[in-house]
């Protein structure tokens, strides 16, 4: 499974920006689609995951403020961040549950590279 991450960039604060995160290659099924973030110097953090049923968790820190959406005709998840804050600025990655064989009962995970995302003042 390859996950490619687009849609990064500079934004000024209050603004927006839409994350891409594209899977492909040989598997059964995308299962649940997480996005997280790691700021300078701190830990990776999980910002929002979906499911393939549509069910959908947020850090509190985002609730409001991001909406993260799929599209499973294309097993892409997307993130769409509003009104940008500086402490938005982060790397964000992606993350894949897939099943890889039509019986195989707990997903294989997988992390694309990740987006820079920068919030000017």
């Known amino acids: 499974v390859q996950l490619q991450a687009s849609g990064g960039g500079l934004a000024e604060a209050g603004g927006s920006l839409r994350l891409s995160c594209a899977a492909s290659g040989n598997f059964f099924s995308i299962n649940r689609m997480t996005w997280y973030r790691q700021a300078p110097g701190k830990q990776r953090e999980l910002v929002a995951s979906?499911?393939?049923?549509?069910?959908?968790n947020y850090t509190d820190s985002v609730k409001g403020q991001f909406t993260i959406s799929r599209d499973n005709a294309k097993n892409t998840a997307y993130l769409q961040m509003n009104s940008l804050k500086l402490e938005d600025t982060a790397v964000y990655y992606c993350?894949?549950?897939?099943?890889?064989?039509?019986?195989?009962?707990?997903?294989?995970?997988?992390w694309g590279q990740g987006t820079l995302v920068t919030v000017s003042s």
């Open positions: 979906i499911a393939t049923s549509g069910n959908i």
């Open positions: 993350n894949v549950g897939a099943q890889l064989w039509a019986e195989q009962i707990v997903a294989s995970y997988y």
